[in-house]
């Protein structure tokens, strides 16, 4: 996908478990995105991901998937598209609780989500490990959320941008802190960006004021648009 290409398409396909609100979520970014000029589908079937050359041609996909299964014939169009340059961005369960399964799908993303504890309602802090980052550019430097605070397994050789503290809730992993886990991360997929932010449980965390710029710098940066912030 060239850098230099205007006509800038998105794919958001959303769908899985019900309780992330995959469908508000979906809204949001498809929101935001038009309102920096992306020409957007929104698809509710991952029969939408089946057409490699279609994929092909757009500068980012957006994942809202929790669990379910995807089939080689979905995942394979999606890989090479991402290879060949094209973006991958989301959050949460929607990209990272995807396809449980799959390691190749772990594989490109870059982490899998293993626990929360303490659930939904944990206040955490978040906290910009590289501020000087086009996607962190702006935010403050810490902020707080009360949501699930994701445990998560993940690739070394991520670019991690903000990080929380564990443990805040109580646990067996709580021997082993205190730690810090990657909240938003970068990684290449051939020649593909890659961004992950593990906020947005619901979609009242991807609105909140501090994660919101956060989310769409993310895409942006994924789909070679910087310009466009």
Not at 85 to 96: D, E, I, K, P, S
Not at 115 to 129: C, F, K, L, M
Not at 168 to 186: L, S
């Amino acid at each position: 996908m060239s850098e230099t290409n205007i006509n800038r398409k998105a794919l958001i396909v959303w769908g899985g478990w019900d309780g992330h609100e995959p469908e508000q979520v979906a809204e949001i970014f498809d929101r935001e995105l038009r309102a920096k000029g992306f020409e957007v589908e929104v698809a509710t079937t991952l029969d939408a991901l089946l057409d490699g050359e279609k994929l092909k041609q757009l500068s980012l996909i957006v994942p809202i998937f929790t669990m379910s299964q995807i089939s080689n014939e979905q995942l394979q169009p999606v890989q090479e598209a991402v290879l060949g340059g094209v973006g991958l961005g989301g959050c949460h369960g929607g990209m990272c609780d995807a396809f449980r399964e799959n390691t190749e799908w772990q594989f490109m993303t870059g982490g899998q989500w293993v626990a929360h504890p303490g659930n939904d309602g944990v206040e955490y802090t978040v906290r910009i490990t590289q501020p000087d980052h086009f996607i962190t550019l702006g935010s403050p430097a810490e902020f707080t959320v009360k949501t699930e605070q994701y445990y998560l397994h993940t690739d070394p050789s991520n670019k991690t941008l903000a990080v929380t503290r564990f443990p805040v809730a109580d646990g067996p992993h709580v021997p082993n802190g205190p730690f810090d886990m990657p909240v938003i991360w970068t990684r290449m997929h051939g020649k593909g960006r890659v961004y992950y932010n593990a906020l947005g449980h619901h979609a009242d965390v991807v609105a909140q004021p501090e994660v919101l710029p956060l989310m769409v710098r993310g895409l942006l940066w994924a789909a070679h648009a910087e310009e466009l912030a």
